[in-house]
């Protein structure tokens, strides 16, 4: 199983970094000063009753580009995610205050309806949760039938959204059955399918891939590198390689704060801040 | 050493035995009931049991075919004015139970379930008959219907919050209104589970006799709509196993059987229920 090229992954130590002919391609592109913004976070603060886990983000997203979030445990890097959809508030005791800015709009300025937010920027959770009371089919469209809508060929969308999600070939023929009864790559792969459905924008994914085999990894890693193309990605990995492969640009967190944001290959190869090093390079973290 | 050992065996033994004797001695009423109850109650059960009216004092024969039906018509009421309301208290409860008064409420639905049966016949009695001034179905289902308000209500709570925040999550990520999320995920997904315990309240309420007392009375003859005072099994059971005749008593212990076997019937299906969902899992 091989995972991208070991020319991507980092070679910390080295402050040459990995300057190849192929990693300089794929970067040449984009940079963190031309980036276009899909959202933009400014002094985002979070809360959880007293505690304050968030302490005053200001972090640009690039449009149609995938954004990695790393740092150790506690640094927020969940928190923050759920901020982009306004999830963190569901929690009791939880409130954020800042801007956060879909468009150039806030989506925390008051007459801005949560809901409507999240289906602009859709979510994929850790651990994979399809609906257990309906089946693979339903779970696909259960987004768009629990908000009101008919699709007018429901089975073109589900047969769509399983395509792109590349799980059709492998359950087209079991489409009536439980979608709890799928491996976990699989289920994760429909939770995926099922926030496509509703056509968002952004997808959020916080650490999608942690309850997942390697195998299973690497087909949704697969599937983010297809992905990218359409949609906004973030994605939040405690796995620093996940992130070197995947991600074309890297956020590091650290205690609530962001220290670094830059393109993926300039964290890991060669980083600003001597934190950032420390924990891509296992000091501590 | 040798002997604390064998004093460590020695008790070990007697506490099992001890354990054994205890659980047998909680299945001999079980059983006796059982047995007493089939070996009195055969006797009486015939195609008329089921099929025709009671007959007068004097004559032999006839049946509680009315009472049945009350029995049936008793319970559905019961669930109508029991259920909804006790579901979403439930989910009242679950979702929005943090506050005070969701606190209170909670206190309240517990106090509520050890509240005895006769009390609240005595309130439906003041609150339908006295105004409506008869006895009715309808009084009764009230009675019954506030018996199993606790039950699904605390039922359904606990069933709701064995239903994974995950759930929650996922549907409120997709854009899905809280209210929406809560009724077509997390209700429909603890659904078999409030339907047992609904079932196993049905079960309680379908064998009380003290809160019809005053509330759907009796009747020897059909009653037709809810209006109507209206035969029950165990108001039946009631009156004709203190009353003199032989005969009756007959019938009261036929009339005990046939709610034994229909309350059993309904505890068995609604764990037979729980079981096959957690099967299919």
Same mark, same amino acid.
């Given at each position: 199983?091989?995972?991208?090229?070991?020319?991507?992954? !980092?070679?910390?130590?080295?402050?040459?970094?990995?300057?190849?002919?192929?990693?300089?391609?794929?970067?040449?592109?984009?940079?963190?000063?031309?980036?276009?913004?899909?959202?933009?976070?400014?002094?985002?603060?979070?809360?959880?009753?007293?505690?304050?886990?968030?302490?005053?983000?200001?972090?640009?997203? !690039?449009?149609?580009?995938?954004?990695?979030?790393?740092?150790?445990?506690?640094?927020?890097?969940?928190?923050?995610?759920?901020?982009?959809?306004?999830?963190? $508030?569901?929690?009791?005791?939880?409130?954020?205050?800042?801007?956060?800015?879909?468009?150039?709009?806030?989506?925390?300025?008051?007459?801005?309806? !949560?809901?409507?937010?999240?289906?602009?920027?859709?979510?994929?959770?850790?651990?994979?949760?399809?609906?257990?009371?309906?089946?693979?089919?339903?779970?696909?469209?259960?987004?768009?039938?629990?908000?009101?809508?008919?699709?007018?060929?429901?089975?073109?969308?589900?047969?769509?959204?399983?395509?792109?999600?590349?799980?059709?070939?492998?359950?087209?023929?079991?489409?009536?059955?439980?979608?709890?009864?799928?491996?976990?790559?699989?289920?994760?792969?429909?939770?995926?399918?099922?926030?496509?459905?509703?056509?968002?924008?952004?997808?959020?994914?916080?650490?999608?891939?942690?309850?997942?085999?390697?195998?299973?990894?690497?087909?949704? $890693?697969?599937?983010?590198?297809?992905?990218?193309?359409?949609?906004?990605?973030?994605?939040?990995?405690?796995?620093?390689?996940?992130?070197?492969?995947?991600?074309?640009?890297?956020?590091?967190?650290?205690?609530?704060?962001?220290?670094?944001?830059?393109?993926?290959?300039?964290?890991?190869?060669?980083?600003?801040?001597?934190?950032?090093?420390?924990?891509?390079?296992?000091?501590?973290? | 050493?040798?002997?604390?050992?064998?004093?460590?065996?020695?008790?070990?033994?007697?506490?099992?035995?001890?354990?054994?004797?205890?659980?047998?001695?909680?299945?001999?009423?079980?059983?006796?009931?059982?047995?007493?109850?089939?070996?009195?109650?055969?006797?009486?059960?015939?195609?008329?049991?089921?099929?025709?009216?009671?007959?007068?004092?004097?004559? *032999?024969?006839?049946?509680?075919?009315?009472?049945?039906?009350? *029995?049936?018509?008793?319970?559905?009421?019961?669930?109508?004015?029991?259920?909804?309301?006790?579901?979403?208290?439930?989910?009242?409860?679950?979702?929005?139970?943090?506050?005070?008064?969701?606190?209170?409420?909670?206190?309240?639905?517990?106090?509520?379930?050890?509240?005895?049966?006769?009390?609240?016949?005595?309130?439906?009695? *003041?609150?339908?008959?006295?105004?409506?001034?008869?006895?009715?179905?309808?009084?009764?289902?009230?009675?019954?219907?506030?018996?199993?308000?606790?039950?699904?209500?605390?039922?359904?709570?606990?069933?709701?919050?064995?239903?994974?925040?995950?759930?929650?999550?996922?549907?409120?990520?997709?854009?899905?209104?809280?209210?929406?999320?809560?009724?077509?995920?997390?209700?429909?997904?603890?659904?078999?589970?409030?339907?047992?315990?609904?079932?196993?309240?049905?079960?309680?309420?379908?064998?009380?006799?003290?809160?019809?007392?005053?509330?759907?009375?009796?009747?020897?003859?059909?009653?037709?709509?809810?209006?109507?005072?209206?035969?029950?099994?165990?108001?039946?059971?009631?009156?004709?196993?203190?009353?003199?005749?032989?005969?009756?008593?007959?019938?009261?212990?036929?009339?005990?059987?046939?709610?034994?076997?229909?309350?059993?019937?309904?505890?068995?299906?609604?764990?037979?229920?729980?079981?096959?969902?957690?099967?299919?899992?």
């Amino acid at each position: 199983m091989t995972i991208g090229s070991p020319s991507r992954l !980092a070679r910390p130590t080295s402050r040459k970094g990995s300057t190849s002919d192929d990693s300089r391609s794929r970067w040449d592109e984009v940079s963190v000063s031309t980036l276009v913004p899909k959202m933009r976070t400014e002094e985002l603060r979070a809360y959880f009753g007293q505690a304050e886990v968030l302490k005053g983000i200001s972090l640009p997203i !690039a449009e149609k580009q995938v954004t990695a979030v790393i740092g150790p445990s506690g640094c927020g890097k969940s928190t923050f995610v759920r901020c982009l959809n306004r999830m963190h $508030e569901v929690v009791p005791g939880a409130r954020a205050v800042g801007r956060v800015l879909l468009d150039k709009q806030d989506i925390y300025q008051g007459d801005v309806d !949560a809901v409507r937010v999240r289906r602009r920027v859709g979510m994929v959770f850790q651990k994979p949760n399809p609906f257990p009371t309906m089946s693979i089919r339903d779970n696909v469209l259960a987004g768009l039938r629990l908000n009101g809508e008919r699709p007018d060929d429901p089975d073109a969308v589900v047969e769509k959204m399983l395509q792109r999600v590349a799980l059709w070939d492998e359950v087209k023929d079991i489409l009536g059955r439980a979608g709890t009864g799928l491996s976990g790559g699989q289920q994760q792969r429909l939770c995926i399918a099922r926030s496509l459905a509703l056509e968002p924008e952004v997808l959020l994914m916080d650490e999608p891939c942690s309850a997942l085999d390697p195998i299973a990894t690497a087909r949704v $890693e697969e599937l983010i590198h297809d992905l990218r193309k359409t949609y906004t990605i973030v994605i939040v990995t405690h796995n620093m390689q996940q992130a070197a492969r995947v991600a074309n640009f890297t956020a590091f967190f650290y205690l609530g704060k962001l220290i670094e944001h830059d393109r993926t290959d300039v964290i890991f190869t060669r980083p600003k801040e001597q934190r950032t090093e420390d924990y891509i390079t296992g000091r501590f973290g | 050493m040798f002997s604390r050992y064998a004093r460590r065996k020695y008790t070990d033994v007697v506490v099992r035995a001890a354990c054994v004797a205890a659980a047998v001695l909680a299945l001999v009423p079980l059983v006796s009931v059982l047995y007493y109850v089939t070996s009195r109650g055969i006797g009486g059960i015939s195609l008329a049991f089921f099929s025709e009216l009671p007959k007068p004092v004097g004559e *032999s024969g006839g049946g509680m075919a009315n009472a049945i039906v009350g *029995s049936c018509k008793l319970v559905f009421l019961a669930c109508l004015f029991g259920v909804p309301p006790g579901v979403l208290a439930g989910v009242y409860l679950a979702e929005f139970g943090h506050s005070r008064f969701g606190k209170w409420v909670r206190f309240s639905a517990d106090v509520m379930s050890g509240l005895p049966s006769i009390t609240v016949g005595i309130f439906v009695y *003041s609150l339908v008959v006295l105004q409506t001034k008869h006895f009715s179905a309808f009084a009764g289902g009230v009675a019954l219907g506030v018996l199993m308000l606790p039950t699904v209500t605390r039922t359904t709570e606990e069933l709701l919050r064995l239903v994974p925040e995950s759930l929650r999550e996922a549907a409120l990520g997709l854009g899905i209104p809280k209210w929406r999320a809560t009724l077509r995920v997390m209700l429909r997904t603890a659904a078999p589970g409030i339907a047992t315990g609904v079932m196993l309240a049905v079960a309680r309420v379908a064998g009380e006799s003290a809160p019809l007392l005053f509330t759907a009375f009796s009747n020897p003859f059909w009653s037709s709509g809810v209006n109507e005072p209206t035969a029950s099994l165990p108001v039946n059971i009631y009156n004709y196993a203190v009353s003199p005749y032989e005969e009756w008593h007959r019938q009261a212990w036929a009339a005990a059987l046939v709610l034994l076997v229909l309350v059993l019937l309904l505890n068995v299906s609604a764990r037979l229920l729980v079981r096959s969902r957690v099967g299919t899992r």
